[in-house]
C-alpha cells in the first residue's frame, strides 16, 4: 500500500491506496509542531483504526507547502514504517508539463 502526504497551511491530509482504491484516509492539523515520535504514534494509530498495519505500507510519498513538518514527518516514516518517502518538490519527474515561466515556482500541493 501507498501512503500519500500532503502537507497543508491547515491540514496534514493522508491517504492510502491499494493499487488505485482509496481505502483510507484522515488528517492532522498543520498549526501544531510535533516530533518524528509523535508524527509516527499518531500515523500508526490512525492507520490501525482501518485496520492497516505498519508493515502493509510500502512506500510513501509527500507534497508540502510547509517546509517545517517535513524534517519530522520524513523521519517519523523511516522510524515507524522503515520506508524512504519520495519528496515532490521542484525537479521531481512526475510526467506533468508545467506550462510557467518558472516551473520551480509551482507548489508542490498545485503537482500533484
Same mark, same amino acid.
Not at 45 to 68: E, F, G, K, R, T
Given at each position: 500500500?501507498?501512503?500519500?502526504?500532503?502537507?497543508?497551511? @491547515?491540514?496534514?491530509? &493522508?491517504? !492510502?491506496?491499494?493499487?488505485?482504491?482509496?481505502?483510507?484516509? &484522515?488528517?492532522?492539523?498543520?498549526?501544531?509542531?510535533? @516530533?518524528?515520535?509523535? &508524527?509516527?504514534?499518531?500515523?500508526?494509530?490512525?492507520?490501525?483504526?482501518?485496520?492497516?498495519?505498519?508493515?502493509?505500507?510500502?512506500?510513501?510519498?509527500?507534497?508540502? !507547502?510547509?517546509?517545517?513538518?517535513?524534517?519530522?514527518?520524513?523521519?517519523?516514516?523511516?522510524? &515507524?514504517?522503515?520506508?524512504?518517502?519520495?519528496? !515532490?518538490?521542484?525537479? @521531481?519527474?512526475?510526467?506533468?508539463?508545467? !506550462?510557467? @515561466?518558472?516551473?520551480?515556482?509551482?507548489?508542490?500541493?498545485?503537482?500533484?
Amino acid at each position: 500500500m501507498l501512503l500519500a502526504v500532503d502537507i497543508g497551511n @491547515t491540514n496534514i491530509k &493522508f491517504a !492510502v491506496f491499494d493499487g488505485k482504491e482509496i481505502v483510507a484516509t &484522515f488528517r492532522l492539523t498543520t498549526d501544531m509542531p510535533r @516530533t518524528s515520535d509523535e &508524527f509516527g504514534v499518531s500515523i500508526k494509530s490512525l492507520l490501525a483504526s482501518d485496520d492497516i498495519q505498519p508493515l502493509d505500507i510500502h512506500a510513501a510519498i509527500i507534497a508540502s !507547502v510547509v517546509p517545517n513538518a517535513m524534517h519530522s514527518l520524513n523521519n517519523a516514516l523511516v522510524k &515507524f514504517f522503515h520506508i524512504q518517502p519520495i519528496i !515532490v518538490g521542484p525537479g @521531481t519527474k512526475t510526467g506533468i508539463k508545467l !506550462v510557467k @515561466t518558472n516551473p520551480n515556482e509551482v507548489g508542490s500541493d498545485r503537482m500533484v
